[in-house]
Each structure stands twice: as C-alpha cells, then as structure tokens.
C-alpha cells in the first residue's frame, strides 16, 4: 500500500510559530501512515525540517498580479506538476499567505 503524501506550503523564511505547527502537524500525520513534503521559501525553514527527517523542496513565491498574470500562472503551473509528481494527496497551506501563493496550483491538481 502506498502511503499517502501531504505537501505543506510554508510562508516564511524565518522560524517562529508557523513553522513549529507544521512540525507538529507533519510529526503527528507520520504516526497515521502520512509521509510529508515540506515545501518552503527559505534555506533555514528548509535545514529545519530536514533536520528533522521531512523531505523539503524549495518554491518561488509569485504574488497574484491583473498586472502580470502570467509569472503567476506559469509559477502555478510549474508548482501543479510537483505537486502531481510527487503524487500529492494532501495540501496544507500553514498560513492564509501560503495559499496566496499556491491556490490555483492546488486547484489546478
């Protein structure tokens, strides 16, 4: 059987309280049979986790933009396909500021 995967979607580059949730939230999924990408902004939230034993891919962060839609879309597209690559059952955005970023690729999976 194959476990399921969840990808969580960090906002931040620095360590705070986020950050530590997640950890938690990703710690407590590995107990239910959860394997856990961390997707993050920055080196030292990525040393963090991987410290920990989490699998860790960095991303761009793109703001939505009427004026420049299309560095938004392509960054989605680009962030959809990992997401489909890595088989992906479970997106968790920790913060209202990851799915600025991330939503449509979400969607678009």
Excluded at 57 to 62: A, D, I, K, R, S
Aim: proline letters at 5%.
């Amino acid at each position: 059987m194959i476990s399921p995967i969840a990808a969580h979607i960090l906002p931040f580059h620095g360590i705070a309280g986020t950050e530590i949730a997640t950890l938690r939230l990703a710690q407590a999924l590995r107990t239910h049979g959860f394997q856990s990408i961390m997707f993050c902004p920055g080196s030292a939230v990525q040393d963090m986790f991987a410290s920990e034993g989490f699998r860790t891919v960095l991303y761009e962060q793109v703001e939505p933009s009427y004026r420049h839609p299309k560095n938004y879309w392509l960054n989605s597209l680009k962030l959809a396909r990992c997401f489909q690559q890595e088989r992906v059952t479970l997106i968790h955005c920790a913060d209202v500021l990851a799915a600025e970023f991330t939503s449509l690729a979400a969607l678009l999976v």
